[in-house]
């Protein structure tokens, strides 16, 4: 028998993805939990072994701590107010990473560099920067395992895992994903692209000669990539 992926009210489409590349019997950190929907369903599901859901504001946490008891699951999940990992003590070997930005998810990981030892799967989903993000997790001994796109509420989110090894991606792979090639929505994601980045060069007056340059560059990238895919 096949068993689909665990499907869950709680979870957005972009939620359900980074928490359908959690493995089986993981023991999770979720960094920037807020709410704790992902901790929450991780553990209800029984996917994951164990779960400590961390953010470094105490609001934040009182609503995931407020959800969680709602659950009756305060005594699977444990909440610790941290900067990314600097406060967590507990056993894990998988790092969700979902809903901050680029910058702040690279800090996070290099305020970590030391406790990412048993930290085999870091699952992210940066809401920019993601370019910057990839090329990190490679620059610190991950590659991607898989990714995929999800488009929910007008926006493309870009849902990656990774696993510690070595690669060698090209310019091209880091920009837009070396595994999203053949995903579905790439196509339509980098058409809105274009049309975003056509808009803005209408805008940019013609004296400014190097920003006009730098977009018409982007813009003659994506279409050749389009009629290649
Ligand atoms: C937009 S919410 C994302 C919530 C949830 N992960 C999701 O994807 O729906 C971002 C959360 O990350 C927290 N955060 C930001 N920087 C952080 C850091 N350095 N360490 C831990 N949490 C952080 C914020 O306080 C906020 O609650």
């Known amino acids: 028998m096949i068993i689909g992926p665990i499907k869950n009210k709680m979870l957005s ?16 950190v979720d960094i920037g939990t807020d709410h ?5 369903e991780l553990v209800k599901s029984k996917k994951a072994k164990s779960v400590i859901a961390v953010d470094n504001l105490k609001s934040p946490l009182e609503v995931a701590e407020k959800n969680i008891k709602q659950e009756q699951l305060d005594r699977q999940i444990q909440c610790v107010l941290s900067d990314g990992l600097t406060k967590v003590n507990g056993d894990y070997d998988c790092l969700t990473i979902a809903g901050l930005g680029g910058n702040t998810i690279i800090e996070i990981l290099e305020k970590a560099q ?16 993601i370019e910057q993000v990839r090329r990190y997790l490679v620059s610190i001994g991950y590659i991607i395992s898989a990714e995929k796109l999800v488009y929910e509420n007008d926006i493309y989110y870009e849902i990656m895992h990774f696993i510690k090894g070595s690669a060698e991606y090209s310019d091209l792979e880091y920009s837009y ?41 982007k813009i003659k990238q994506a279409l050749d990539l389009i009629a290649k895919l």
């Open 13 to 28: 489409a972009r939620l359900q993805a980074v928490f359908d590349y959690v493995p089986k019997d993981a023991k999770v």
């Open 36 to 40: 704790a929907y992902l901790p929450i």
């Open 114 to 129: 030391n406790q990412l030892n048993n930290a085999d799967n870091i699952i992210i989903q940066a809401n920019n920067g």
């Open 177 to 217: 994903g070396p595994l999203l090639f053949k995903d579905p929505l790439l196509v339509e994601k980098i058409q809105e692209e274009i049309k975003h980045d056509t808009y803005i060069l209408k805008k940019i007056p013609t004296t400014e000669v190097k920003k006009r340059a730098e977009f018409e560059a």
